[in-house]
Nanobody, 119 residues
Framework: QVQVVESGGGLVQPGGSLRLSCAAS???????MGWYRQAPGKQRQLVAA???????NYADSVKGRFTISRDNAKNTVNLQMNSLKPEDTAVYYC??????????????WGQGTQVTVSS
C-alpha cells in the first residue's frame, strides 16, 4: 500500500497548459494508474489511464489534449494538459485504475491538486 501526492495544479488561462505529477511512496510497477478529476457538484471521473505496459486510454472530453505517462523507476505518473478549457476546472487525483482498496494506504485518496482554467 502506498501514499500519493499530487502536484502541479494552478490557475491558467483557456488554451494554456499544465503538467501534473503524482508521486507515490512505493512501487506502482504492478498497477495500471489513472488520473481522476472531480468538479464542483459532479462525481469523480476517470480522465486518463495507463497500464503497467504503457498503453493509454482517455476520456473523450480530453482526448487529443491530455497525455498521461509514467516513470516506474521514480514511482511517478504525470499528466500533461494542453489546450485547457474552463470545463477542465476540477481537483485532480491519482490512483490505481480501477481504484483498488489495497493500493492506497487506508483506501484513502490524496489531497489532489486544484486546476482552475479561467480568463
Amino acid at each position: 500500500q502506498v501514499q500519493v501526492v499530487e502536484s502541479g495544479g494552478g490557475l491558467v488561462q483557456p488554451g494554456g497548459s499544465l503538467r501534473l505529477s503524482c508521486a507515490a511512496s512505493g512501487s506502482i510497477l504492478r498497477y495500471a494508474m489513472g488520473w481522476y478529476r472531480q468538479a464542483p457538484g459532479k462525481q469523480r471521473q476517470l480522465v486518463a489511464a495507463i497500464t503497467s505496459g504503457g498503453s493509454t486510454n482517455y476520456a473523450d472530453s480530453v482526448k487529443g489534449r491530455f497525455t498521461i505517462s509514467r516513470d516506474n523507476a521514480k514511482n511517478t505518473v504525470n499528466l500533461q494538459m494542453n489546450s485547457l478549457k474552463p470545463e477542465d476546472t476540477a481537483v485532480y487525483y491519482c490512483n490505481s485504475e480501477p481504484p483498488r482498496p489495497w493500493f492506497l494506504q487506508g483506501d484513502s485518496w490524496g489531497q489532489g491538486t486544484q486546476v482552475t482554467v479561467s480568463s
